[in-house]
């Protein structure tokens, strides 16, 4: 079992920057991969960026690249999206995901923060 706590989010204008964060606990050492999500009223939930254990970048939005930045601190057991140049559209609850082994060769076990909810206003 791993939990997840996002923190970070709340209110910004266009072009300016967030820091969010998520601590993971319970089983780490079974996490091969953590990553941001985000979801906006409306739309379907859809991956921001990724790294792996590792520590290597598996991949960034389109939408985000040049902007967000995905990093990690093991001794921390958290990791990190930096966004930066935000835009309205970047407007959404962003949920931490982590992933563990599943019972099948191949797939993957999910799991999710409780999400953090980043609005981009003037």
């Known amino acids: 079992q791993v939990q997840l706590v996002e923190s970070g989010g709340g209110l910004v204008q266009p072009g300016g920057s967030l820091r969010l964060s998520c601590a993971a606990s319970?089983?780490?050492?079974?996490?091969?991969?953590m990553g941001w999500y985000r979801q906006a009223p409306g739309k379907q939930r859809e991956l921001v960026a990724a790294?792996?254990?590792?520590?290597?970048?598996?991949n960034y939005a389109d939408s985000v690249k040049g902007r967000f930045t995905i990093s990690r601190d093991n001794a921390k057991n958290t990791v990190y999206l930096q966004m930066s140049s935000l835009k309205p559209e970047d407007t959404a609850v962003y949920y931490c995901?982590?992933?563990?082994?599943?019972?099948?060769?191949?797939?993957?076990?999910?799991?999710w923060g409780q999400g953090t909810q980043v609005t981009v206003s003037s």
């Open positions: 790294i792996t254990s590792g520590g290597g970048i598996i």
């Open positions: 319970g089983s780490i050492v079974s996490i091969r991969a």
């Open positions: 995901n982590a992933k563990t082994p599943g019972s099948v060769r191949y797939v993957s076990t999910d799991y």
